[in-house]
């Protein structure tokens, strides 16, 4: 008969998920994108202290959690609307977007369950159309370079 060792240790990183999380209704009416997509979103977290996640596009497409920059959009979307993660700071034009941890899924489907939009970032559709409207341009580029001091070199 072998001897068993009394306490087996895990060896490696994980990604712990609590059962609370897996019976919720929140995750059970995720698709099976958004739940691969929040492990990985997940897997970004260092400590218990880290509220901020971060996965990006290219990441994602290495992981396997989706194939085009359209899907991965809708996973996110769904991950902020069911309430496991909260837009922080929009991404887009070469910039990743960062998201808050949250546990709004726990009161999904109640009628206390504070429903949040997701606001995507700056992408290259959204940004074909803000460069043709003059006024958005400006601010887009305000925002990006901050303000542009005037030439005071005299000719």
Known sequence: MAKRNKRQKIGGQFVPLQ????????????????????????????????????LTFPQA???????????????????????FLDSYEPGGLGKHSVFKMSYRWKLYGTAKFDKIEF???????????????????NNLLQARHGKKKLDTVSV
């Open 61 to 83: 497409k290495k992981y396997g959690v989706c194939k085009s920059a359209t899907t991965f959009d809708s996973i996110k979307k769904e991950l902020v609307e069911k309430g």
């Open 119 to 137: 606001e995507s970032g700056c992408g290259s559709k959204q940004f074909q159309v803000i460069w043709k409207d003059e006024e958005k341009r």
């Open 19 to 54: 059962h609370i999380l897996l019976d919720s209704l929140a995750y059970k009416s995720l698709g099976n994108g958004s739940k691969v997509g929040l492990v990985y979103f997940y897997k970004d977290r260092k400590s218990s202290h880290q509220e901020t996640l971060i």
